[in-house]
C-alpha cells in the first residue's frame, strides 16, 4: 500500500515553468514505477509521462516531449515533474500515479497499469 501526495500546482503565465512534486508515503517508493497523467475539463485523463523504479527510463507523451522532465529521488520518496515552456493546453488537474507490480513497460501509458493515485494538483497556464 501507499499513498500520493501531489504539490507544486499554480496559476502560470504560458512560456512559464512549474515543477511538480509527488510524495510517496507506505512502502518504499523504489519498488513502485510512478507515473503522472493529467485530465483537462471535459476530457479523458491522460498519459503525460512515467518513470521507471530507479529512474533509468523514462516516457513522455509526443505532446510534452522535450518539454516536461520526470524524475525521481527514491531517498525522499518523491518523483517530480518540471514543466517548461508551459502552454495554455497544458491546463489540466495533473494526477501521479504508482504501479507496483512491473517495471517500466509499454503499459505505463494506460491508467489501468497503475494501483495507485494521488488527488491531483491543479495547474492553469494563461495565455
Same mark, same amino acid.
Given at each position: 500500500?501507499?499513498?500520493?501526495?501531489?504539490?507544486?500546482?499554480?496559476?502560470?503565465?504560458?512560456?512559464?515553468? #512549474? $515543477?511538480?512534486?509527488?510524495?510517496?508515503?507506505?512502502?518504499?517508493?523504489?519498488?513502485?514505477?510512478?507515473?503522472?497523467?493529467?485530465?483537462?475539463?471535459?476530457?479523458?485523463?491522460?498519459?503525460?509521462?512515467?518513470? +521507471?523504479?530507479?529512474? !533509468?527510463?523514462?516516457?513522455?507523451? =509526443?505532446?510534452?516531449?522535450?518539454?516536461?522532465?520526470?524524475? $525521481? =529521488?527514491?531517498?525522499?520518496?518523491?518523483?517530480? #515533474?518540471?514543466?517548461? +515552456?508551459?502552454?495554455?493546453? =497544458?491546463?489540466?488537474i495533473?494526477?501521479?500515479? !504508482?504501479?507496483?507490480?512491473?517495471?517500466?513497460?509499454?503499459?505505463?501509458?494506460?491508467?489501468?497499469?497503475? =494501483?495507485?493515485?494521488?488527488?491531483?494538483?491543479?495547474?492553469?497556464v494563461?495565455?
Amino acid at each position: 500500500q501507499v499513498q500520493l501526495v501531489e504539490s507544486g500546482g499554480g496559476l502560470v503565465q504560458a512560456g512559464g515553468s #512549474l $515543477r511538480l512534486s509527488c510524495a510517496a508515503s507506505g512502502r518504499t517508493s523504489s519498488t513502485y514505477t510512478m507515473g503522472w497523467f493529467r485530465q483537462a475539463p471535459g476530457k479523458e485523463r491522460e498519459f503525460v509521462a512515467a518513470i +521507471s523504479r530507479h529512474g !533509468a527510463g523514462t516516457y513522455y507523451a =509526443d505532446s510534452v516531449q522535450g518539454r516536461f522532465t520526470i524524475s $525521481r =529521488d527514491n531517498a525522499k520518496n518523491t518523483v517530480y #515533474l518540471q514543466m517548461t +515552456s508551459l502552454k495554455p493546453e =497544458d491546463t489540466a488537474i495533473y494526477y501521479c500515479a !504508482a504501479d507496483g507490480g512491473q517495471n517500466l513497460r509499454r503499459s505505463h501509458y494506460y491508467t489501468y497499469a497503475y =494501483d495507485y493515485w494521488g488527488q491531483g494538483t491543479q495547474v492553469t497556464v494563461s495565455s
